[in-house]
């Protein structure tokens, strides 16, 4: 069975650096899109940043300049830098993955990892 295992969260001041890391466990026969989502209380779950296999990334433009995503096999990963109290939120994996080689790609989420950034 495959999965996203996040990891990397915790408490930050303002102004601070985090990395959050994504693997995709199990076998995997394909990545397409990786991407990370964030959902702060009480609102809805967004996206933050997308990269396609093989093309550019794109950013929330409440992050371009301040966060980077970068993708190494079934990794992706997510440099948090200049980080704001509101960029508070769970961090969510999300990939479009393909579990046999004969299969569609299947859009799956992690678990989430919490970023707290304290004032």
């Known amino acids: 069975q495959v999965q996203l295992v996040e990891s990397g969260g915790g408490l930050v001041q303002a102004g601070g650096s985090l990395r959050l890391s994504c693997e995709a466990s199990?076998?995997?026969?394909?990545?397409?899109?990786m991407a990370w989502y964030r959902q702060a209380p009480g609102k809805q779950r967004e996206l933050v940043a997308l990269?396609?296999?093989?093309?550019r990334a794109n950013y929330a433009d409440s992050v371009k300049g301040r966060f980077t995503i970068s993708r190494a096999g079934k990794m992706v990963y997510l440099q948090m830098n200049s980080l704001k109290p509101e960029d508070t939120a769970i961090y969510y994996c999300?990939?479009?993955?393909?579990?046999?080689?004969?299969?569609?790609?299947?859009?799956?989420w992690g678990q989430g990892t919490q970023v707290t950034v304290s004032s």
């Open positions: 999300n990939a479009d993955l393909r579990p046999q080689w004969n299969s569609d790609y299947v859009n799956s």
């Open positions: 199990g076998s995997v026969f394909g990545i397409n899109a």
């Open positions: 990269i396609p296999s093989g093309r």
